[in-house]
């Protein structure tokens, strides 16, 4: 905590610097690009916060410190393309709390590109989420299927043989 404190401290200082090398004549585009640029120099400098990008969102930067204070978990979920995403979700998340936070991943990324929509609830009707070829149910944790940091989840095509049983 006390190096995210410094770095915050020292990029406050940067930032005051900043204003008095810009003055009161800099626009408004002015104060923005130089805003970045110090966003951007805190987090390449601050090690726990290596993995955010420049344009993050601040869901973003609460996840990843939750993750480095061990109140949450990082999980991989392997595409069916050979893809692979992150997610970051609390430790005592529950499937659904998991496909949540896959949802607001890709209209994360949706937004930043610009590309075409993502039916995610087509998504959800074809694929479950799979843990070691078992299909999690999603009201259980996570950790009761043995799920921790670093795991690795795999969208699998639905088993309806499975319902009818």
């Excluded at 955010?52 to 993750?67: F, G, H, M, R, T």
């Excluded at 075409?116 to 989420?129: A, E, G, N, Q």
Aim: hydrophobic share 40%; proline share 1%; aromatic share 8%.
């Amino acid at each position: 905590v006390s190096l995210v404190v410094t770095s915050f401290w020292v990029f406050l200082d940067m930032a005051a610097d900043l204003l008095k090398t810009l003055g009161k004549t800099a626009s408004h585009e002015d104060f923005i690009d130089a805003t970045k640029k110090l966003i951007k120099l805190l987090i390449e400098k601050e090690g726990c916060l290596k993995d955010l990008k420049a344009d993050c969102s601040n869901d973003e930067v609460c996840s990843l410190i939750a993750l480095h204070h061990g109140q949450a978990m990082k999980i991989k979920l392997l595409q069916g393309d050979g893809g692979t995403i992150s997610v970051i979700v609390p430790q005592d998340s529950t499937v659904r709390d998991f496909k949540k936070a896959v949802a607001r991943h890709f209209l994360l990324e949706m937004g930043k590109r610009r590309s075409t929509k993502i039916s995610l609830r087509y998504v959800w009707k074809t694929y479950d989420v799979t843990y070691h070829g078992d299909y999690l149910e999603d009201d259980q944790k996570l950790i009761s299927y043995g799920i921790k940091n670093k795991s690795t989840l795999e969208f699998r095509p639905k088993s309806y043989r499975r319902k009818l049983l």
